[in-house]
């Protein structure tokens, strides 16, 4: 399994982006998928993630109400839509996947197998 995430950029506070994730392998829905987040200095932090089955969702709460986790199954993406970015929204994001995250580990690093290569963002005050 590959990841290629994308879509990163420079944006204003309040500014929107969104970053795609591409997941290349079989069994697309056979996967976890999670973004997370690393800023300089800071360990990587857990941003949202989706079930295997894509039953479920959830987003650590520093980014609830502003960013959501989508999946396009014929695309095989899963996409993280960025609303209302902050400056400390600013850092590098992850994809991530796996077969047997289990779900009460979702916001751990370590549950996750496959990572991509990251995508930079940059919010500016």
């Known amino acids: 399994v590959q990841l290629q995430a994308s879509g990163g950029g420079l944006v204003q506070a309040g500014g929107s982006l969104r970053l795609p994730c591409v997941v290349s392998?079989?069994?697309?829905?056979?996967?976890?998928v999670g973004w997370f987040r690393q800023a300089p200095g800071k360990e990587r932090e857990f941003v949202a993630a989706f079930s295997r089955n894509g039953g479920s969702t959830s987003y650590a709460d520093s980014v609830k109400g502003r960013f959501t986790i989508s999946r396009d199954r014929a695309k095989k993406t899963v996409d993280l839509q960025m609303n209302s970015l902050q400056p400390e929204d600013t850092a590098i994001y992850y994809c991530?996947?796996?077969?047997?995250?289990?779900?009460?580990?979702?916001?751990?690093?370590?549950?996750?197998?496959?990572w991509g290569q990251g995508t930079l963002v940059t919010v500016s005050s």
């Open positions: 392998g079989p069994s697309f829905s056979g996967y976890a």
């Open positions: 991530a996947a796996g077969q047997s995250v289990i779900w009460s580990a979702r916001a751990t690093p370590d549950a996750y197998v496959y």
